[in-house]
């Protein structure tokens, strides 16, 4: 067993980390609210950011250059990620396109105009989102009803989705459809890629119960898209899908957010009973637990990362680290606040405790939960297909997708 | 050959595990554990023991020099697990986790050189002594004594100890510093009694001195400066028992999960066992995690070791003991009674956490350990 560097991934990792330094930009000079997530300076930081980071090969490294990439290996790739995310670096804008969907586009569709739009995306220009979740498609990923229907060299789209992050800052987006409702529920689906400025498309922001607008409603009426933007064969959405879901749990699980050093600094600047809460036995045992499952998070991306440099493909402990760690973000936030007592109830960036990030993330942690996957449809996904428990009875096997009941709505 | 990132067992440790668990399936079936159990005479499978010995198990890490096989402490650990799964009634986790640790961290040369390759062989077996009261083990509060060449005291309980050869104990001097002495239980003024105890399938005793002949291990007189290293070491192979025991647990209760129809279908196919099931995987991949993580502390002498060790010990027996009383509880009736085998697992998942110190002294040692690192420190460069 060894966890150290090679010669060569040192001396890249040494590389990496003093390009960081050098050219790393200074969020400090953004205000608390231009921090936010998709707050136009937060952005632009984040593009610049991009764009330099593909200029020295530093984005998408294990990519191939034809595609924008830096032509390295996926331990470069490994190795800059944690320099940038220990350099606190960590910018969700290019995530869903460069490590979710544009992956999966890639394996599925070797159209020429296709390919033209991935080295822009890898360079930051553009931004992509996920259109798969619908009002009766969300958890159950394979119900999606979006119509397409061929129409000579197009296929004409009508149908609403939902849950889609970043789509009104979107650029271009992965779309699931179904293109034969008479076939069973998983093989009458294709997948289209889109441009979002497409006549017919209309986003609409979903205010969150944080106060935010990061998610939105996709309305897509008479869409047209060529033949040539199809990702995949036609019916074989599915496959599509399941390449992209897997990218997805892999990227949520790797643990952002903040961490046990967060928590003890805290815990050594709040007095406690017998000192500062640090001293408080109590805040000890939730401590050592919490480490322990963090600390598994990291270790089961290592074990990842470890099979990968071994040619092996990773087993199932994305979706066991995206499980452990949205509920240890839920845990961190809510211990944080009960930590600073009544004070705890103070949200406003400025004045609250740590700028506020405790706050933001109790907020936000119950969307961990449920995006890329609830906890409910994990466990069953485990019991399934890692330990080879038997489906319970379904009433959407066998039947025309047409036929499946829906309910009320 | 340049080594790249590995953090999982190599190929070799691979096959050094499925070698084992053949051996372990084939010689020590669970009617193995049981027969000890029903014996309650604090023995072992003596036969069992010598064939682990000559396959070279028990020396398996220790240095050539001293009888070792020229493995390492990763292969050992591959080897606790199948151990740990196979509830093997064997002394190895108090002679080879314990005294044998015990005698490299804190031994001379010469007791070194007459014991190590004793201990390799399987012929000698060993036990440390250390706890003689309630809660967590503290310093100042050992009563055992040594007086002149002779030790006085009593310890219980002490698993393996009816059996053992030899002890490492926990005594005070006359100055009251404490420390570790080497005592021949085969000698005169060693008095053991039986002591019935959760998991009978390791046997225990009381162990009384009464002026039995002990010579200083190593310097003898430091206990609280390397008792916390050898039981860092111990924990780290111990929680690697304790996660192959978790694991038999999962696959005991997903079979049973497969083949037991209620209301007209395997009980396996409700989400009600579907998600406990998968709670204790994710409880089983957490503890694998650590425990991985401290076998590359352990076999690599690293500064994490303190740290990579209480999380272990903490994942581990926390996993053992949600899977094994979820296996009894996914069994139903059966699995409370005494034919079914999940008792087994749940009597040895306690004897472990319980064995070098309950979790929640591990919890307390983890943030000592925390507070201790710097709290601005990245980690070091070059290491994943």
Known sequence: MTLDDTPEEAAYRAAARRWIVENAPDLERLSLDERRVWQPRHREVATAWQALKATAGYACIAWPTAWGGAGGTQMQEAIFAQEESRAGLSFPYFMTGLQMLLPALLQFNSDPRTLALVPPAVRGETIWCQLFSEPFSGSDSAAARCSAVRDGDDWVLNGQKVWNSGAHQSDFGLVVTRTDPDALKHKGMTVFWIDMRNPGLEVRPIKMMTGDSEFDEVFLTNVRVSDAQRVGEVGEGWKVILATLANERAAIGAGRGPSWREIMRLARETSGWNGPVMQDTDFRDWLADWYVGAEAVRLLGLQSLSQLSHGEAPGPEGAAGKL????????ISSQALDVLGVQGLIDDPKIAAVGGVFHQRFMWAPALRLGGGTDEILKTLIAERVLGLPSGPRADKGVPFKDIPIGPG | MERQLEFQYSSEQQALKAEARRFLSERAPLSKARAVLDRADGGYDAELWARMGDLGWCGAAFPEAYGGHGMGYVELCALAEELGRSLAPVPFASTIYQFAEA????????QKASLAPQIAEGRVTGVMALSEQAGPLASGETRTAV???????????VVDGMTADYAAVLARDDVGREGLYLVDLRGPGVVREPVSTLDPSRGAAILRFDGAAQTPLGQGDAAWSILPRILDRAAVLISFEQLGGAERCLEMA??????????????GSYQAIKHKLADVYVKNAVARANCLYAAWALSTDAPELPLAAAAARIAASEAYALASKENIQTHGGLG??????CHLFFRRARHLSLLIGAPREWKRKLVTELEAMEPEAAAAGGRQ
Do not use: H, M
Not at chain 2, 254 to 267: E, K
């Open chain 1, 324 to 331: 452990l760690w949205a509920s240890l973000s839920q845990q």
């Open chain 2, 103 to 110: 005698l490299f961290v804190a031994g001379s040369a010469e």
């Open chain 2, 147 to 157: 007086r002149g060449g002779a030790i006085f005291g009593q310890k219980a309980p």
């Open chain 2, 254 to 267: 997903r079979d049973y999960a497969l083949q037991r129809y209620t209301f007209g279908s395997p009980i």
């Open chain 2, 336 to 341: 409370f009674t005494w034919e079914a085998d």
